[in-house]
């Protein structure tokens, strides 16, 4: 395994919590990461950005044009940040319907794939809009290409919750759920 | 040995645990803060007896920690790079006295910069003052040079920086906690000792320790080029160019190259200064070209001693830019065009152009930071701006708050503590040049014990007039909820002896007017603020002082209000956009078609102070909408 991922938002999504789930959870696995976070002013509702290397090296931000995936919280944030991504990348994003349409026709000349959830509304759905980033762990674990088991994914948001142990896990099941019957169709 | 994520300001305090430090010492400030909770959180782990804390401000912070060092203890501060700053008085002496026990200055710097008010480079501080500087290049690097730092530390008896940059401290590495560093020796006999020449020194005295500091720098840069924190990688990747490169853009300028498809000898400098002048000289004598990347200015560089073909930041327009954060994206350029330039065969840029392009010319909505919902800072600015207008100078400072300029709120912040001192120059000035408008500052609690007390004593005594906010939202929000002199609970949650009371310690400055208010209920405050601006212009009348106060919610966790009030915004509201750029409240958002705004319900926190904000009522508590039935 040899991963680079792009985790963004804004400020007050979770968007650090999540990126440690998906660290944690790689050096469950055995694997090294070096992540950069974003702390401080930007955390007041800005732009936020996460890069996380698994079995990467130690530079810890990622270069335009090579990231494998992007989790994206925001889907104004996603295409701001698009241009990280490599050639036949993966965009997961917390949306109604995508990204928009001005970028189509790139993405496809680059092989770019988008898989979309309204992980906010599926959130406020369950009862409560702040773990919208953990719905979206659920539905990226569901996809093949990361290679991350569920199981592990669920202890690490077992271990990490410090509180409302039960609704994250929730969260993390109902983004799997809706994962995999997107990703099996 | 299973290994965990850490984060590099914990894996520098895990340096600073495993290596029997006693004294840790440190103000909050990005990229820093997490520094010290580390060390509380590892200490009380391996069960060490190691004093910590809070400091007032860093040059306390500092002085703390010396004292323990001269004991011969161990000890760390920890600040942010314009912390060292505020620190420079006792760094550039205890350069001179040099210390007993290990004495480790962690002052991280922001290339970029992302969260401070300048681009400063401590490792040209370390040079000025001269004590060595350890650069890391990555969590796990920082923590193994803590323990050299304080080997080197106790060797010279200097103090030593350790310099990390943001890129370092928000960085997560695996890293393997436990280990054979958790071995403890127990608290050392020590105990301080009179010695009137070093301790006290006077100028003559004062010459020699410059002649014996000079000394110990010139064997520490010899120790320097012998040392393992200095290599040479790629070494047989033979060509006309050579890289040295120190802290994260070693790591970037190996990710570049192999981007480029290339390989070139990279020497990495882990002690930038003093600069092993052997090892560099003959690694440049190689090179027909050398390029120096390092953040954020020009240490390495200014240290060399023929620089006829060297790159860097010092060349005017030339290949390094001269500031800004050396990503992976610069680093990548300048090395692409240099390579190509030097005739090696390099691959292109990875990112897509087209691209790039298209998302540039993109009307992308710009989310700049923003007070949180329910802020009561909003409210007090707000506030403000309805009692003076724009026709006031509105001072401000360094915090959370300094989000008040998005408001008008804010015209000028310098430094820790200058709202004070620049309304009391504005007051001077304006009265010379007969601009009579209303002086307002604002200032938060931790800025204030920081750095606000002796300006306020100042204006007191010299016959200032303005009038100046204390936003006392009980703790150090932006940096992470620090506790401050005014609180009951010190740094390691325990109780506090005795907390400071904000209001008393104005009085006892002398000030007149003192009042508080809570900025929640605006037509009160509106009062207070006419009644404070009044004082600041009576004749016998000086600086006013008004503190609002009222917890942070994000670090208060207790309902906002008793009885919660909930808002609807009514059919009427014709999107006139007042309270989105008057309040800028992140639950308020204009639609799209700019026809109208509405609550986004998942960030409101029913505060219901943006009732005030909509002049034209169209902004109402949800319990007095009509529905249609």
Redesign the interface.
Known sequence: MDIKLIITG???QGIVFL??LF??T??ALG?????????????????VISYLKING??????????ADFMIALDS?EA??N??LL??EGIVFVNADNGL?P??EP?LE??NIKVMNLPA?SLA?EIGS?SIANIIMAGFVVAHPALGIPMEKMTATVEKASTRNSELNLKALETGYQAGMKIFSA | MI???V?GNEAIAIGIIENGCRVVTAYPG??S??ILAGVIKHKKRLERDVYTEWSINEKVAFEIALAASWTGLRAAVAMKQVGLNVASDPLFSAAYTGVRGGFVIICADDPGP??SQTEQDSRLMALVAKVPVFDP??PAEAREMVKDAFTLSELYKIPVILRPTT????????LIIDGDHSSDDGIPSVKFQRDPPRWTATPKFRNLLHIELNKKLIDIADEFSDSSLNYIVEADGAGKVGIIASG?AF??T???L??LGVRVPILKIGTPFPLPQKLVNSFCAQFETLIVLEEPDACIEMQIQDRNHVKGRLELHGSVPGAGEL???VV?SILSKTLSEAGYKVNP????V???T??KG?P??V??????PGCSHRSAFFAMKRTFGSNAIYPGDIG?YT?GTNLRAVDTFVDMGASITMANGFFQANRLVKDERPVVATIGDSTFLHSGVAPLINAVHTGARFVLLILDNHTTA??GFQPTAANDYLADRTEAPRKVSIPDLVRACGVEYVNIADPYDQEDFIRILKEAQAHAQSPDGGVAVLIAERPCTLYDQSPILEYPIPVVITEECDGCRYCTEAFEC?ALVLRPDKSRVDVNY??CVDCGQCIDACHKGFIVPKLLEISPS
């Open positions: 804004n400020g007050g990126t440690r660290a944690q790689a050096v694997h090294s990461v070096m992540v950069s976070e974003t702390h401080g002013m930007s955390q007041r509702g800005g732009s090296d130690e530079a810890p931000l990622i270069q335009r044009g090579t104004n295409v701001r698009l241009g490599r050639r928009l001005e970028v790139h000349r680059l906010s406020f809009s | 290994s965990q994520t984060l990005t990229p803060s997490e992302h969260s290049s990555t890129r370092l401290c928000h960085a997560v590495q695996s994260v790591h970037t190996q990710q570049a192999h981007e990503t992976p994206e990548f840029s990875p990112e897509d087209e691209l790039a298209l998302i993109l992308l909505p989310k700049p930071p923003r007070l949180c959370c989000l932006m940096t992140p998942s960030v």
